[in-house]
């Protein structure tokens, strides 16, 4: 199966990214060049598992059991933006993510990677860059740079992370041929 670890920001972050958005998307991005990312499948992953075989998904819950009674909650807040791989030809626009204890993110990241990688699963190796996807190029990569001077003025109320999740992807499943994500396991961090 197609995976991923995650973080979910709490509903009232998701309300306030919505209202910061709204006025947004229709008056700078015009239709069919760039699909915005719907409000359910807002994440921030730190660890993508393109191939996890179920028959080994218990040990990875029994892992990240582990893992998640040794770690203690971050504090964070999304803040700014900006695009992959860069602002002239973009294909993702993001919410950078703002850590009460800079590197938190980056070490969960590592430790969520090693740990799915010994209990089987095959992990995406791509650097961790801490951020939420906005949306997404419909097409070949676009200049962002407008986009980016509007959205770049996001900030957040700051959240407490104390549970991290398994989340299942399948693509093309979703309304309108976007994914289905289903959270398949929940760790509290302590």
Do not use: K, N
Request: some cysteine; glycine content about 8%.
């Amino acid at each position: 199966m197609r995976a991923f670890i995650a973080l979910l920001p709490p509903a009232e972050v998701g309300t306030e990214l919505d209202h910061f958005l709204d006025p947004r998307q229709e008056a700078l991005a015009p239709r069919g060049h760039w699909r915005w990312t719907r409000p359910e499948h807002r994440h921030l992953t730190l660890a993508f598992l393109p191939e996890l075989e179920e028959w080994r998904e218990e040990s990875l819950v029994e892992a990240g059991e582990e893992w998640a009674a040794r770690t203690r909650p971050v504090r964070l807040a999304l803040r700014g933006a900006g695009a992959f791989p860069d602002p002239g030809a973009a294909r993702v626009l993001w919410a950078g993510v703002e850590q009460s204890d800079p590197g938190s993110l980056e070490s969960w990241a590592q430790s969520l990677r090693a740990l799915s990688s010994r209990a089987g699963a095959r992990v995406d190796g791509t650097r961790f860059a801490p951020h939420l996807t906005l949306a997404r190029a419909v097409g070949r990569p676009r200049a962002a740079g407008h986009l980016l001077q509007a959205l770049d003025t996001v900030h957040t109320s700051p959240w407490v992370v104390d549970e991290i999740c398994l989340v299942r992807s399948e693509l093309g499943q979703g309304p309108g041929g976007t994914p289905r994500y289903a959270v398949r396991h929940t760790w509290t961090v302590r």
